[in-house]
């Protein structure tokens, strides 16, 4: 799977900043960062990226208002707005136009992640079906009823859900020597972040332990290790 982002985001400092957060994504790939609205569009049809990190004020254009230009030529775009915006009614907008989420600056790091992980689990989750059904819909839309993807979900803790979890358990299972977090969340296609929490989280509930193994140059490394 990759994902190619657009940040269309008018001071050059917090674009880079989230490039380098989502470099931390292996599946995503930055193709362009865009500083007005002009400079947006000409990236998305340059690019035809699945993902658009859009800010709303912008020098030339609120990012609002390109709203209904990228919807009409680019109706399968995702976005997510990040800006400094608390109006109600520019929220409003913006849900109204199909926005995946809306992210207040200045954003922590912690929640970023979070949000572009419940991204890729959702665009995962869309491209592994061709046909649909409600338990489907449901986990896409984040209902909460009895059908078989989420019985264990309410259960759990914020920031952790019932289809990685389930991942990262496998993944530990096929290894008997155990695995680093950074070996796991290769093998998920996660951040190193998102795996470590998982394993930390597999560890409350006595279904994972750890160990810390010093490697050839003594380097100590935590191994995970399924119960």
Same mark, same amino acid.
């Given at each position: ?75 399968? !775009?995702?976005?997510?707005? /990040? +800006? $400094?915006?608390?109006?109600? &009614?520019? =929220? ?7 926005? %995946? ?86 093998? !998920?296609?996660?951040?190193? /972040? +998102? $795996?470590?929490?998982?394993? &930390?989280? =597999? ?7 750890? %160990? ?16």
């Amino acid at each position: 799977m990759n994902i190619k982002a657009v940040i269309a985001e008018d001071d050059f400092r917090v674009a880079a900043i989230h490039e380098k957060f989502l470099g931390n994504f292996k599946s995503i790939e930055v193709v362009g960062k865009a500083l007005n609205g002009k400079d947006t569009i000409e990236f998305l049809k340059e690019h035809n990226p699945e993902l658009l990190l859009l800010d709303v004020y912008m020098p030339d254009q609120l990012g609002t208002e390109l709203l209904p230009i990228i919807r009409k030529q680019f109706p399968h !775009i995702d976005i997510i707005m /990040i +800006t $400094a915006a608390t109006d109600k &009614e520019i =929220l409003l907008n913006a849900l109204n136009y199909g926005v %995946e989420q809306f992210l207040i600056k200045p954003v922590k790091r912690e929640l970023f992640n979070q949000t572009i992980e419940e991204y890729l689990q959702k665009f995962k989750l869309i491209e592994s079906k061709q046909e649909v059904d409600q338990d489907f819909v449901n986990q896409l839309l984040k209902k909460s009823t009895s059908s078989s993807y989420d019985t264990k979900e309410s259960s759990l803790p914020k920031g952790i859900d019932e289809i990685t979890l389930v991942k990262v358990s496998n993944v530990l299972k096929s290894s008997d020597s155990g695995l680093s977090a950074e070996q796991v969340s290769e093998q !998920i296609g996660a951040s190193r /972040i +998102t $795996a470590r929490r998982y394993l &930390e989280y =597999l560890i409350t509930v006595k279904e994972c332990k750890a %160990e810390v193994v010093y490697g050839a140059v003594g380097r100590p490394e935590r191994r995970y290790y399924k119960v």
